[in-house]
Nanobody, 117 residues
């Protein structure tokens, strides 16, 4: 089992920045990848960014956040971050941390990000 706890959400004005953190605990050995999804009211949960933790460190981003969001990890602290810059009202959503290990996907409980215009 992998436990994920997100933090860092909140209210920010358009054009501002936030950094989300996700601390992983439990059976974290051999986690293949970690990432962030988001779900806006009435919409599906969509991938925002993901990073391979298996060695390559490769990253992928949704087109809507490329150039504005950056995903990174601190392996010593078993934490994944999402730096969000130039935020837009369309970025308002609950952001969920996720980890993939042994073919299973684990989810955090989410943190709310609200961007005001």
């Amino acid at each position: 089992q992998v436990q994920l706890v997100e933090s860092g959400g909140g209210l920010v004005q358009a054009g501002g920045s936030l950094r989300l953190s996700c601390a992983a605990s439990g059976s974290i050995f051999s986690i293949y990848s970690m990432g962030w999804y988001r779900q806006a009211p009435g919409k599906e949960r969509d991938m925002v960014a993901r990073i391979s933790t298996g060695g390559s460190g490769s990253t992928n981003y949704a087109d809507s956040v490329k150039g504005r969001f950056t995903i990174s990890t601190d392996n010593a602290e078993n934490t994944v971050y999402l730096q969000m810059n130039s935020l837009k009202p369309a970025d308002t959503a609950v952001y969920y941390c996720t980890a993939v290990k042994d073919g299973m996907r684990y989810w955090g409980k989410g943190t709310l990000v609200t961007v005001s215009s």
